[in-house]
């Protein structure tokens, strides 16, 4: 089975910073893409930052770029999500997810999700 178990959120002041983590089993990152999407209250979730399953391809929101790193590690099946300078607007859910194809982003598999806080 398909899991995924984000981790690594938490309360943090603006312009701190945070990693999260999403452990992933039941799958291989070298033939799927992957990603972090978010969900503020009252509003839809959106795609944050994806990656290629050959980690050549990144894709990034653009009130992210030059903030948020994703990375992943294939020996450990781990995504990550560096977040830097944060800001208010950044409080979320956080959650990780799985697409059906190594390239493109459609999503059938999503993790927990787990609360960013950012205080002004």
């Known amino acids: 089975d398909v899991q995924l178990q984000a981790s690594g959120g938490g309360l943090v002041q603006a312009g701190g910073s945070l990693r999260l983590s999403c452990a992933a089993s039941?799958?291989?990152?070298?033939?799927?893409?992957i990603g972090w999407f978010r969900q503020a209250p009252g509003k839809e979730r959106e795609g944050v930052a994806c990656?290629?399953?050959?980690?050549?391809?990144?894709y990034y929101a653009d009130s992210v770029k030059g903030r948020f790193t994703i990375s992943s590690d294939k020996a450990r099946n781990t995504l990550y999500l560096q977040m830097n300078s944060l800001k208010p607007e950044d409080t979320a859910v956080y959650y990780c997810?799985?697409?059906?194809?190594?390239?493109?982003?459609?999503?059938?598999?999503w993790g927990q999700g787990t609360q960013v806080t950012v205080s002004s």
């Open positions: 990656i290629s399953s050959s980690d050549v391809t990144t």
């Open positions: 039941g799958f291989t990152f070298d033939d799927y893409a």
């Open positions: 997810a799985k697409s059906i194809a190594p390239s493109t982003i459609m999503i059938d598999y």
